[in-house]
T-cell receptor, first 110, second 115 residues
Framework: DAKTTQPNSMESNEEEPVHLPCNHS???????IHWYRQLPSQGPEYVIH???SNVNNRMASLAIAEDRKSSTLILHRATLRDAAVYYC???????????FGKGTKLTVNP | SQTIHQWPATLVQPVGSPLSLECTVE??????LYWYRQAAGRGLQLLFY??????ISSEVPQNLSASRPQDRQFILSSKKLLLSDSGFYLC??????????????FGNGTRLTVT
């Protein structure tokens, strides 16, 4: 299974940007980088995914390093509703299995 | 719009009793369907997935089985529950090629406690 490394926890203040890092030094050329988040007692929610280029959607931005060995999920203005566990996952071609690690628990302070 | 229904939300069952969890998806055809489990303090683990009616792939050999009797229905079963079956069970769906490039959409889960 492809491995990712994330900090266990991070804190942010409301209405400030948040940069959530992820290291994936063993990524292969065809692995997509996916981000999901999970609020307490709920199922995970898809946030964003990308291959090489930076990606933006209504929820967040994904910045991918040029060598693809790391990526950063950017929440442009954190709200209290963004407090969740954020998972960085490598999706491998030919596999239906997404490996969810422990993720980063994001706390947003009012 | 697509929705996923999973029930019940919570369940307490004695050891040795049977289990049946049901999941249905609305608003899409021929989805890929998945069962995940999250044990306390651990990450999500893929249990089964299905790319079509009657087609089930098992990721972890254990005390559970899955069936897909209809296009948008996915059922997780056990004949005799073990204490280790306790956890948060999540059904999910995706469309497109695979979760490699398509988002996975989760239901709200069933919290199962085996006593």
């Amino acid at each position: 299974d492809a491995k990712t490394t994330q900090p266990n926890s991070m804190e942010s203040n409301e209405e400030e940007p948040v940069h959530l890092p992820c290291n994936h030094s063993t990524i292969s050329g065809t692995d997509y980088i996916h981000w999901y988040r999970q609020l307490p007692s709920q199922g995970p929610e898809y946030v964003i995914h990308g291959l090489t280029s930076n990606v933006n959607n209504r929820m967040a931005s994904l910045a991918i390093a040029e060598d693809r060995k790391s990526s950063t999920l950017i929440l442009h203005r954190a709200t209290l509703r963004d407090a969740a566990v954020y998972y960085c996952i490598l999706a491998q071609g030919g596999s239906e299995k997404l490996v969810f690690g422990k993720g980063t628990k994001l706390t947003v302070n009012p | 719009s697509q929705t996923i229904h999973q029930w019940p939300a919570t369940l307490v069952q004695p050891v040795g009793s049977p289990l049946s969890l049901e999941c249905t998806v609305e608003g899409t055809s021929n989805p890929n369907l998945y069962w995940y489990r999250q044990a306390a303090g651990r990450g999500l683990q893929l249990l089964f997935y299905s790319v079509g009616i009657g087609q089930i792939s098992s990721e972890v050999p254990q005390n559970l089985s899955a069936s897909r009797p209809q296009d948008r229905q996915f059922i997780l079963s056990s004949k005799k529950l073990l204490l280790s079956d306790s956890g948060f069970y999540l059904c999910a769906w995706s469309v497109g090629l695979s979760v490699w490039v398509s988002p996975l959409h989760f239901g709200n889960g069933t919290r199962l406690t085996v006593t």
